[in-house]
């Protein structure tokens, strides 16, 4: 599986775009990039994910780099409901095994 | 609402007694997870089961068991409970023949061992 690097923390100005970096270096061809969050106390929750093309959703979009070898997670307008934990998980998506690092922290600032 | 229901949402559990966390989805997922979350060391992974009648080992297995006799039900049962395992712990459902949505994870249930 392959390993990530992210920042442990960041902050953002309330409204502003949220930029999370992730570094996968080492995603194998078959490997999505799925982006997770837990916000204090609450069960993890889906985000979004990608392979090789850039995605967006109602929640946020992801941009892969063509390298395949990181990735950013776009929150577009934060808001105070986004402080949360975010995570970049690379993952097969018959693995059927999600395995989380340390994330990051980010701090949505009013 | 369609989801996962964890129970109990906490308990206070003596060392030594055998408990049952309960988990079941609505969503009829084939594969379902046990992971716990403790202070600083993040999500760990328990057990996992692809499908009904199937289970395997995560990162840190020892000392639970798992069950999966049905699609929706994935039990995780402490036989004899150690301080150690006080932690939350959260169950997930997945289609894995599918990418689209990843995890659905549920509210978790916060165990103290005493």
């Known amino acids: 599986d392959a390993k990530t690097t992210q920042p442990p923390s960041m902050d953002c100005a309330e409204g502003r775009a949220a930029n999370l970096p992730c570094n996968h270096s080492?995603?194998?061809?078959?490997?999505?990039v799925y982006w997770y969050r837990q916000i204090h106390s609450q069960g993890p929750q889906y985000i979004i994910h990608?392979?090789?093309n850039n995605e967006t959703n109602e929640m946020a979009s992801l941009i892969i780099t063509e390298d395949r070898k990181s990735s950013t997670l776009i929150l577009p307008h934060a808001t105070l409901r986004d402080t949360a934990v975010y995570y970049c998980?690379?993952?097969?998506?018959?693995?059927?095994?999600?395995?989380f690092g340390k994330g990051t922290r980010l701090h949505i600032l009013p | 609402i369609a989801g996962i229901t964890q129970a109990p949402t906490s308990q206070i559990l003596a060392a030594g007694r055998r408990m049952t966390l309960r988990c079941t989805q609505d969503?009829?997922?084939?594969?379902m997870y046990w992971y716990r979350q403790d202070l600083g060391l993040g999500l760990r992974l328990i057990h996992y089961?692809?499908?009904?009648?199937?289970?395997g080992k995560g990162e840190v297995p020892d000392g639970y068991s798992v069950s999966r006799a049905n699609t929706d039900d994935f039990p995780l049962t402490l036989a004899s409970a150690v301080p150690s395992q006080t932690s939350v712990y959260f169950c997930?459902?997945?289609?894995?023949?599918?990418?689209?949505?990843?995890?659905?994870f549920g509210s978790g249930t916060r165990l103290t061992v005493v």
């Open positions: 080492t995603i194998s061809g078959n490997e999505y």
């Open positions: 998980i690379p993952s097969r998506f018959r693995d059927d095994k999600i395995i």
């Open positions: 990608g392979l090789k």
């Open positions: 997930a459902s997945s289609d894995s023949g599918s990418p689209g949505y990843g995890y659905t």
């Open positions: 969503m009829r997922h084939n594969a």
């Open positions: 089961s692809n499908t009904a009648g199937t289970t």
